[in-house]
């Protein structure tokens, strides 16, 4: 009756007000005579008018960019995810999509799409926004640095950095003394030119570096820290040669450019001495998400867009203000998290790719169309190797670094990425750098960058030493071990309780080790040990609780069920663990593509939820995350759909094929682990003839007497299944119960879908 009642009124409102609007047209019509009004006669029919206002709103501007931004976001990412699969960092695949976008492919073979997306007239909105999220990244890069580890490795963490600066940038310039006359500008003082080549050869990309440092695993060590302080000090340095160089440029004579460094010098008195103590109150009275209000927000906000806009206007770029604001901000790690994570998402996802195919857009590699400009490219390249490379590796060797880590350091110093991109488009606006050396400078940042993880490779393979033996002796500890693999803490918690299911009476003799691989985009190398801590604080917790010593293996990685899979292959566990996703936004090739795994939504799932054609559990019948981890594992794996596990006291097992009888091993270690009461169905009657299958009953009563109930109906009633507190079952029996679509599937308890090795 409710629903009737505003039915009625919604129909009534809706239909008598319509009628008073038209009546009101009718009227208002009537008032035209007299005043020469003209109704436009074009001589098109109306399908026809609405065509020419299509097209119009097709080649509107802002049409035109939005149409812009979706293309370069697919395509950075589909070219990023590439990448990431080969074992690169995103972002070469990010500045290749640049490329290819460009006139150097799309535009050389297609001129008619490129065109079409990106006319000359549109460049300049294009290059508005790319300039909006450099300075939110170069924020984040910013507020990412540790200036408690520069403190702290001060010494040796300078003489590397700075000579990794100083040595690069003198052969550039003495490279460009012989290139100047055959590739500056005209009009370009050799100064200028030679400054540019110098800054540009002595880069190096902390992000990118930083990420490598946590895929590596070296976050922890020694060398790692190392590194991480040498980029952080190359960092600040290289953007302070930065603003001189620029101000030297735009100044045209040193001498002249010294009023801009005198204000630059005030400008950065003035952000350390006043603005930073005032943020650092400020964030600290408002450290949390609760507390960070919009009005706090907007303080910090205008912080970084003030800083930007004085640097700009004293003559020094808007990105050095951007990196300098985020440099002063708090220092406390909880504020700068939640900062981050509101400026990272819009400036990486959003706006950064846009800077990458603008970047694209102006690399012509097709002006390299002669061998001697491909010789001067492998002489730019060589270099900025030798300068780089080889000037970190020496330092690092005369500070006392063994060879091995001097190496290495010069291979990760040597990365330049995104940065280096930085850098010479700086250059090619102020008119430095002409097309053909912006061309050539940008194939020797993706080369540089590219070589890193094979040169980390070589390194590694050509100094093995005794110590990276240990895995295979630790591998062999007469031990019964499991691995437990967690996403989320909760859910590794009740990992932990199902692997002390099996182990609990064992005295010692089994190993648990925790793992918890968290994507590389995801950290930050100045808070992954807090992070570590907090991913692990419940894991440790429930673990002191059930008595059960475990080991914790953390890493940041770039392909988690490669990694996982490796992680159990090669550490002679006998047992891995881990839970299944049952998201309806995994799965899609889109959401792997785009990088969002677990928030891009797969349509056909959302369908099949909405319409009941799709069970929480039926999930093809695993993610495809799952599905590679059981495919690649060499040893026993069990998939856990959790339904808040706590115990194994009764439990349930369906046997379905001869090839199940592998879990009667894992139903006496439930018997003699937990003192588990057993419930095995008999789906076949396999069981009662089957010799081997009665001896295992037998000796198992004479220890454990009347643990074991044999059911053999085909149909049973969903509360004996219910009523369980874990249900065992094999990959084989699971897809089978998954296909069959059985009815007592949403009945089930807790469940260990297991895969023999």
Not at 451 to 471: V, W, Y
Request: proline share 3%.
């Amino acid at each position: 009756m409710e629903k009737m009642k505003n039915s009625i009124f919604y129909i009534g409102i809706i239909g008598g007000f319509t009628a008073l609007m038209y009546w009101i047209l009718l009227l208002g019509a009537g008032l035209e005579q007299g005043r020469n009004v003209v109704v436009p006669n074009t001589g098109k029919t109306q399908w026809q008018e609405f065509t020419d206002s299509l097209l119009h709103n097709l080649e509107h501007p802002l049409a035109i960019l939005l149409a812009q931004i979706v293309t370069i976001i697919f395509t950075v990412r589909l070219f990023g995810w590439v990448c990431k699969r080969i074992g690169q960092p995103t972002v070469i695949g990010e500045i290749i999509a640049g490329i290819v976008l460009g006139p150097s492919l799309i535009g050389m073979y297609f001129p008619g799409f490129t065109a079409t997306l990106f006319p000359t007239a549109s460049l300049g909105n294009l290059q508005f926004l790319s300039q909006i999220g450099l300075i939110m990244f170069m924020f984040v890069v910013g507020m990412e640095l540790d200036l408690k580890v520069l403190k702290n490795k001060a010494h040796d963490a300078v003489v590397i950095s700075h000579a990794s600066i100083i040595i690069p940038f003198a052969l550039g310039m003495g490279l460009a003394y012989f290139i100047y006359q055959s590739f500056a500008p005209e009009g370009v003082q050799f100064i200028s030119f030679a400054l540019f080549l110098g800054i540009a050869m002595s880069i190096t990309a902390f992000p990118v570096l930083a990420r490598i440092v946590q895929e590596r695993g070296l976050h922890k060590t020694r060398l790692g820290t190392v590194v991480i302080t040498c980029a952080a000090a190359d960092d600040i340095t290289a953007w302070c040669l930065l603003a001189v160089v620029i101000a030297i440029v735009k100044a045209g004579s040193f001498l002249s450019a010294l009023y801009i460094i005198g204000l630059a010098v005030i400008y950065v008195l003035l952000m350390i001495r006043v603005v930073r103590p005032f943020l650092a109150r400020v964030g600290h009275l408002h450290n949390t998400r609760e507390n960070l209000s919009k009005p706090i927000v907007a303080i910090f906000f205008l912080t970084l867009i003030i800083s930007s806009y004085l640097t700009e206007v004293i003559g020094i770029h808007a990105l050095f203000g951007a990196f300098m604001a985020g440099a002063i901000m708090p220092e406390n790690t909880k504020f700068r998290n939640i900062f981050i994570e509101k400026v990272e998402d819009v400036a990486l996802v959003l706006l950064l790719p846009l800077f990458f195919v603008f970047t694209g857009l102006r690399t012509e590699i097709g002006l390299l169309n002669d061998p001697y400009l491909w010789k001067v490219t492998g002489l730019i390249i060589l270099v900025a190797v030798v300068g780089k490379f080889l000037g970190s590796a020496i330092a690092a060797k005369f500070v006392g670094q063994n060879l091995k880590d001097s190496l290495t350091i010069g291979a990760l110093m040597n990365t330049r990425g995104l940065m280096e991109l930085v850098v010479l488009n700086i250059g090619y606006d102020l008119g430095v750098l002409a097309p053909e050396i912006f061309a050539m400078m940008v194939i020797m940042a993706l080369v540089t960058t590219f070589m890193t993880g094979p040169a980390l490779d070589i390194i590694n393979r050509c100094f093995r030493s005794d110590m990276e033996e240990a895995p295979k002796e630790i591998s062999q500890i007469n031990k019964y071990k499991i691995l437990i693999s967690f996403g989320n803490p909760n859910g590794g918690k009740n990992l932990l309780k199902l692997a002390n299911s099996f182990i609990k009476n064992l005295n010692g003799q089994a190993v648990v080790t925790a793992m918890h691989l968290s994507h590389t985009n995801e950290l930050h190398h100045y808070n992954i040990a807090q992070y570590e801590r907090e991913s692990f604080l419940p894991i440790i917790e429930a673990s002191e609780q059930l008595g059960q010593k475990i080991t914790t293996l953390f890493k940041a990685s770039n392909n988690i069920d490669s990694d996982i899979t490796e992680v159990a292959n090669k550490g002679g566990f006998d047992l891995l663990l881990v839970g299944v996703g049952q998201s309806i936004f995994e799965g899609s090739l889109l959401g792997k593509i785009l990088g969002f795994t677990t928030r891009i939504i797969n349509p056909e799932k959302i369908l099949n939820q909405v319409t009941g054609k799709e069970g929480l559990f039926e999930n093809s019948p695993f993610d495809e995350r799952t599905q590679l981890i059981i495919a690649n594992s060499k040893i026993p794996v069990g998939v856990l759909i959790d339904k808040n596990f706590e115990k194994a006291e009764s439990v349930f097992i369906p046997i379905f094929a001869e090839t199940d009888f592998f879990l009667i091993r894992f139903m006496l270690k439930l018997i003699n682990n937990s003192q588990s009461q057993i419930t095995l169905l008999d789906v076949q009657g396999m069981l009662k003839d089957n010799p081997h299958f009665k001896e295992k009953i037998r000796s198992i009563e004479q220890t454990a007497p009347n643990h074991i109930h044999v059911l053999r109906e085909k149909n049973i009633d969903k509360t004996i299944v219910s009523n369980q507190d874990l249900m065992l079952v094999s990959v084989e029996s699971w897809k089978k119960l998954v296909d069959a679509k059985s009815l007592w599937l949403s009945d089930i308890p807790s469940t260990l879908i297991l895969k023999e090795d």
